[in-house]
Every structure is written in structure tokens, then in C-alpha cells.
């Protein structure tokens, strides 16, 4: 049988699109679990490999750079290849990647495999987003973009813990080879719901130099952009700084992870409930401001539990309200030019984590933990006006 290209339709069966989105949000927990893991278990890695925790955090930066460059880059080299293969091909190699990291002997080597493994992450996401504006009827489609990154939220609230509390009882070696089992259903998963032949646009370079030049598109990136690095600050961080805060036992890591998660799922779920009576950015506004607030109310009372917990909630609520927010603001703006400003928002979370990781180790080593989410607070209020100003040119 031929294959054909399969275009977006109007008439697209609601539960044939259900079933993309529930793929695809499973998928999402995969890849943010992954993503998410190395802040957990920073701690662990540092005492196993005896080094410092800002010499450990390269794990973080390193691959978030690769991650950075690899997602614009590897959308264009795979858009004329059908949306099965590259998204059951970028699990794929998630989970051999990290089977692969089980058996990494130093630093050196896990940072290297890791940062190849990681573009799996940096291929999916941005990928999945676009794929769903091929299936899902233009009606649907906004919804279903910020309801698949519920998967990230659930990996903050399951992944990201249990890799954090594995981490502490099996050893990080027994925490990647853990994940590398979810992976692989992940794989078994898209490729049983996702049909062959289905192709969205080429990339072209012209597609990137036209993101270039739109105004409004360049705003938005840079809100994203601005908007990681002031997350990373702390978050790269978050095992010695829950240390530093309230205590260092890993049960505590992982109530706070929870905690964190938690909130993100519900900040995720009020996103894409609210998206389509107030818009994109005006989610992105409520849940950049949630964030500061979140970080500086850390930052002031964070060594009390009841204000650990307001801290982190309101930190926790705003993340992927705010990423999930950003791919549809995206859409909106230039619906043409998706799959390219998807793929480049994508690089902007990535640079940011890297910005934000660098910076946070700066803190530490001239101010200590403390300062972090100050710091942090500084950079998002930052992003609350370059999103007023995205906005602006956006209407």
C-alpha cells in the first residue's frame, strides 16, 4: 500500500484524536521524566562520583546546549519523514540512550551519552505538538496542544519523585535502567496509534528566516527563553537546595518534587480549560507572575514547611501552565510557521535551562543556596514584560 500525506481535516474523529492526545501525553511523561531527572539526582551523582554539585550540574547544561542547537536542526533534517517514524524514533532512542547510561564509568562519559540521548526529548515534544495540528480539527487543536503537556506536570508529580527517591534506595544506575523500561512502552505506544504516512510541511531555511522576521513570533521565543532561565535557577538545583532549606532526607526531596508536580498538574489543567475563553498570553501572564510569586515567598519563608508549600505550589502551578501556553500563543500567532517556532521554542526552553543552570551556579558559589529563587524572581519578572510586550505586537 502507498503511502500518502495526510492533511489536516475539519471532520476529524474525536476519538481518533483522543487517542493521539493520550499517546502523546504518555509520551510527554516520558520525556519529561527524563528531562527531569538529573536535578533529582544531582545529590546522588556528586557523592558517587565525587565531585562538587555545580561540576555535577554539567549534566544539566551540557545537554540542554546539545538540546538547544539539536531541535532546530533535527525538525528540519526530519520533515520530510513521516510523523510515526521520527516520534517512535525519538523514544526509541531515549530508551537505548539511557540503557546506555547505565553503564557509564564517570561524569565524563554520562554527560556525553546523556546530552545524544537528550535529543530524543528535543525531537518529540515540539513534534508531537505539530503532529496534533495535522490530526485535530482547528477547533480542538489549542486545547489539544496544552492538554498533552499534561505529561510533563504527571512526570513532576510521579517521575520526577520516585527518579529522585529511586535514586536515593537503588542508586542512579537502577533509576536509569528503571526508565529505560517506561521508554520503551512509550515507543510500543506511538507506534501502534500513529499511522504511517502522515507528513506535516517541510522545513526549509526559508521557514526559519521567516520566524526571524516575524515580529511578534521572535517576542514570544524570548519569553520562553527568559522564562527557563528563571525556573533553572533554582530547579537545576532543587536536592541540595530542599537540603539547604529544610532538610536533606530523600523523602523530603521527593514531597517537595511532589508537591511541585502536583501543582503543576493542576496549573496544566486550569491552562487548558481557560485557553480558549482568555487566550494564550493571558495564561502565559497569570502563570509567569505565579511563578515569581512562588519563588520569592521561597525565598522569605521557604525554611517553614507552610511556606515551602505555598512556594512551591504557586512555582509549581505556573511551569507548564506557562510552557503549555507558549506552543499554543505560537500556533496562534502563525499557524503556517508552526512546526518551525514550535521547534525553536523548544531550543529556547533548552537555552534557558542552560542560562539558568550557569547563573544558579554562579549564586551558590558567590551567595549560597539562599539567593536562588531571588535571583530567579529577578529573571521572570523580566519575562513578565517581555510577554506584555510579545503581546503587544502579537494584536
Same mark, same amino acid.
Not at 16 to 31: D, M, P, T
Not at 140 to 153: D, Q
Not at 263 to 269: E, K
Not at 315 to 324: C, E, L, P, Q, R
Given at each position: 500500500? !502507498? ?16 487517542s ?8 510527554n511523561?516520558v520525556?519529561g ?6 536535578? =533529582?539526582?544531582l ?15 554539567l549534566?544539566?547544561t551540557?545537554?540542554?546546549v546539545?538540546? @538547544?542547537?539539536g531541535s532546530p536542526?533535527l ?11 521520527v ?6 532512542l ?6 546506555? @547510561?547505565?553503564?557509564a564509568?564517570?561524569? !565524563?562519559s554520562?554527560?556525553?551519552l ?9 525531537v518529540?515534544?515540539?513534534q508531537?505538538?505539530a503532529?496534533?495540528?495535522l490530526? %485535530?480539527a ?21 517521575? *520526577? ?15 536509569f535502567?528503571? +526508565?529505560t523500561?517506561l *521508554? ?9 496509534? %500513529?499511522?504511517?504516512g ?27 527563553a ?5 525556573q533553572?535557577?533554582? +530547579? ?10 529544610l ?6 526531596? !521527593? ?24 487566550g494564550a498570553?493571558s ?6 507572575i ?16 507552610? =511556606? +515551602? ?7 509549581g ?6 510552557? *503549555?501556553s ?7 500567532a502563525?499557524?503556517?510557521?508552526? =512546526?518551525? *517556532?514550535?521547534?525553536?521554542n ?15 551556579? $554562579?549564586?551558590?558559589? !558567590? $551567595? ?14 523580566a519575562?513578565?514584560?517581555l ?9
Amino acid at each position: 500500500m !502507498s503511502e500518502q500525506t495526510i492533511t489536516p481535516a475539519p471532520e476529524s474523529n474525536a476519538a481518533s484524536e483522543r487517542s493521539y492526545v493520550r499517546a502523546f501525553l504518555f509520551g510527554n511523561f516520558v520525556i519529561g521524566t527524563g528531562v527531569m531527572m538529573a536535578p =533529582g539526582l544531582l545529590v546522588v551523582l556528586s557523592n558517587d562520583f565525587a565531585t562538587t554539585v555545580p561540576q555535577t550540574a554539567l549534566l544539566i547544561t551540557v545537554a540542554a546546549v546539545v538540546m @538547544c542547537f539539536g531541535s532546530p536542526i533535527l525538525a528540519t533534517l526530519t520533515s520530510r519523514i513521516d510523523r510515526r517514524t521520527v516520534l517512535a524514533g525519538s523514544l526509541a532512542l531515549y530508551a537505548v540512550g539511557h540503557a546506555l @547510561c547505565v553503564f557509564a564509568p564517570n561524569l !565524563s562519559s554520562l554527560i556525553a551519552l546523556r546530552s545524544v540521548t537528550l535529543l530524543g526529548a528535543a525531537v518529540f515534544t515540539p513534534q508531537a505538538a505539530a503532529t496534533l495540528g495535522l490530526v %485535530v480539527a482547528p477547533e480542538r487543536r489549542a486545547g489539544a496542544i496544552t492538554a498533552i503537556f499534561l505529561g510533563w506536570s504527571v512526570a513532576s508529580v510521579a517521575g *520526577s519523585p520516585i527518579s529522585a527517591w529511586l535514586g536515593a534506595h537503588i542508586g542512579w544506575r537502577g533509576t536509569f535502567g528503571a +526508565f529505560t523500561v517506561l *521508554s520503551v512502552i512509550a515507543v510500543a505506544w506511538t507506534l501502534r496509534v %500513529v499511522p504511517r504516512g502522515l507528513h506535516g510541511a517541510s522545513l526549509s531555511r526559508d521557514a526559519w528566516g521567516r520566524v526571524f522576521q516575524h515580529p511578534a513570533l521572535v517576542a514570544i521565543l524570548l519569553v520562553t527563553a527568559a522564562s527557563a532561565s528563571g525556573q533553572f535557577i533554582t +530547579f537545576a538545583y532543587i536536592a541540595p537546595f530542599v537540603g539547604f532549606t529544610l532538610d536533606r532526607s530523600p523523602n523530603t526531596l !521527593s514531597m517537595a518534587l511532589v508537591l511541585f508536580g502536583v501543582a503543576g498538574v493542576i496549573g496544566n489543567v486550569w491552562a487548558t480549560r481557560r485557553i480558549g475563553r482568555v487566550g494564550a498570553a493571558s495564561n502565559v501572564r497569570v502563570s509567569l507572575i505565579a511563578m515569581a510569586a512562588g519563588m520569592v515567598t521561597l525565598a522569605t519563608v521557604g525554611s517553614w514547611w507552610a =511556606g +515551602f508549600i505555598v512556594g512551591a505550589l504557586a512555582w509549581g502551578a505556573g511551569v507548564f501552565a506557562n510552557n *503549555s501556553s507558549q506552543q499554543a500563543r505560537l500556533v496562534a500567532a502563525s499557524p503556517e510557521l508552526a =512546526g518551525a *517556532s514550535i521547534a525553536l521554542n523548544t531550543s529556547m526552553i533548552y537555552l534557558g535551562q542552560a542560562i539558568g543552570t550557569s547563573v544558579g551556579g $554562579a549564586v551558590i558559589a !558567590s $551567595a549560597g543556596y539562599g539567593w536562588l529563587p531571588v535571583v530567579g524572581a529577578l529573571v521572570l519578572i523580566a519575562a513578565v514584560a517581555l510577554s506584555a510586550r510579545a503581546t503587544r505586537r502579537t494584536s
